[in-house]
């Protein structure tokens, strides 16, 4: 005959294995775990960004609807295999299944309102968002004089602000290192080398925005009759 106590301990392990078994006690180790784990890599900085790159607005929101998602439908299954290979149905179940039901509910309410907000949020950016353009250069002097130095002046419009520029003559290549002025200004000054005989010298600006959409436009330059 067992002693009462190993009767309890007994009765508590079996408990204990039943719960572990259990898909919505599973499903919430599982996401403990994963936030420990992610808070682990973040300081550790084996992460990849994930953290630093939540403050960016569009990828927190994508990251944030993303998980509801993956909480929502695994709650969604969990609740679908409890009640298909639980026990047999008692009171005790029944409950435990109804608050569940409750728990799913609450979070596919807030999952819906995310997902809306997100979705919504997106077309409105998409409908608002003007096209990143670039106007027609002004280069002054024109003509340019025997020094060979030009005031290049652009205006940037539109895409995702703060923009960078870079300016170059003729094929040379260039990137966008240089920041815009506010408004959008493009205004740089610049020295071009005595033209060769028969060469017609061209500036070109390539500008970008925060999202790294990449525009440029060129002009011709006049030299003096002097030159």
Avoid at 26 to 46: D, H, K, P
Avoid at 112 to 140: M, N
Avoid at 210 to 223: D, F, L, N
Wanted: charged residues 20%.
């Amino acid at each position: 005959m067992s002693e009462p106590g190993n009767e309890q301990r007994n009765n508590d392990n079996n408990d204990w294995t039943k719960n572990f078994r259990n898909p919505i006690i599973v499903l919430a180790y599982i996401v403990m775990v994963s936030t420990i784990m992610l808070i682990g890599a973040s300081v550790l900085g084996i992460d990849h960004g994930v953290l630093p790159g939540m403050a960016k607005i569009d990828f927190a929101r994508g990251l944030i609807t993303y998980l509801f998602a993956i909480v929502t439908i695994g709650i969604a299954v969990a609740l679908v295999m409890a009640a298909l290979t639980g026990p047999a149905p008692t009171a005790s179940n029944d409950a435990r299944f109804q608050r569940g039901k409750e728990i799913l509910s609450l979070l596919l309410g807030v999952f819906g309102t995310i997902v809306g907000f997100y979705f919504g949020s997106e077309v409105a950016k998409s409908k608002e968002e003007v096209p990143f353009q670039i106007s027609t250069l002004d280069l002054a002097p024109q003509p340019v004089g025997p020094a060979g130095t030009v005031s290049v002046r652009a205006v940037l419009r539109g895409g995702v602000a703060p923009y960078r520029f870079g300016v170059g003559q003729g094929d040379e290549k260039v990137d966008a290192k240089e920041s815009v002025f506010e408004g959008g200004w493009i205004v740089k000054q610049l020295q071009l080398p005595p033209p060769k005989s028969g060469e017609i010298q061209t500036v070109h600006v390539l500008a970008e925005d925060s999202a790294g959409k990449r525009i440029e436009t060129a002009a011709p330059v006049r030299r003096s009759s002097v030159d």
